[in-house]
């Protein structure tokens, strides 16, 4: 079973505080990414990578950067969390290898409060 | 980018009855996926069917990718089947997951 792990399920910050979330996958996927979830909003990408060293930026990048040195794990930074990054943060991998389904698995979630 | 709409966007049933969700697509879509997020927020892999049919227990799922749409059958609904539904697709050039708005279904006694 694929399994994807993120660091922590709840976790509350105060306003200024670097931030730093943690994914980590088991099942060798190359790509891997990080949405954030809010009511009415739905789920928005905020960056993915392709592979080890590789991002991309999604459609709301601004305020975060992530890090990707080794293939299984994933990370999110919040350089200086603000109140509005309070949501619920999905951490999400897939392959891309020739004849494999393009899958995409969810860990459980990060619900981050910034106070 | 596609667009991805679900219907009904609510619904409450009771427990035993059966249900269908569905999901239209703007354009082609590839990788379609069904998800159901549980209450401590997980998204749930239910179903992974860019054509075709599959079934998984009560759960069972129709796309037909040449008309844009894929439906959700929920048969003999339980309370645990409670949650947020969602659909999402991948388009023919992008490399992300766009999701639909949801179906939010609670499942009474």
């Known amino acids: 079973d694929v399994k994807v792990t993120q660091s922590s399920r709840y976790l509350v910050k105060r306003t200024g505080e670097k931030v730093f979330l943690e994914c980590v996958q088991d099942?060798?996927?190359?790509?891997m990414f990080w949405y954030r979830q809010d009511p009415g909003l739905g789920l928005r990408l905020i960056y993915f990578s392709y592979d080890v060293k590789m991002k991309e930026k999604g459609d709301i990048p601004e305020g975060y950067s992530v890090s990707r040195e080794k293939k299984e794990r994933f990370s999110l930074i919040l350089e200086s969390a603000s109140t509005n990054q309070t949501s619920m943060y999905l951490c999400?991998?897939?392959?891309?290898?020739?004849?494999?389904?393009?899958?995409?698995?969810f860990g459980p979630g990060t619900r981050l409060t910034v106070t | 980018g596609i667009q991805v709409e679900q219907s009904p966007p609510d619904l409450i049933l009771q427990e035993g009855a059966n249900s269908t969700l569905r999901c239209n697509f703007s354009d082609s879509v590839n990788n379609l996926q069904w998800f159901h997020q549980n209450p401590w927020g997980q998204l749930i892999n239910l179903f992974y069917i860019p054509s075709g049919t599959k079934q998984n227990g009560r759960l069972s799922a129709t796309t037909v990718a040449t008309e844009r749409y894929s439906l959700l059958y929920i048969s003999s609904s339980q309370t645990t089947d409670s949650g947020v539904y969602f659909c999402?697709?991948?388009?023919?050039?992008?490399?992300?997951?766009?999701f639909g708005t949801g179906t939010r279904l609670q499942v009474t006694l």
């Open positions: 999402a697709g991948f388009d023919g050039t992008a490399s992300k997951l766009t």
């Open positions: 999400a991998s897939r392959t891309i290898m020739a004849g494999s389904t393009y899958e995409q698995y």
């Open positions: 099942m060798d996927h190359e790509n």
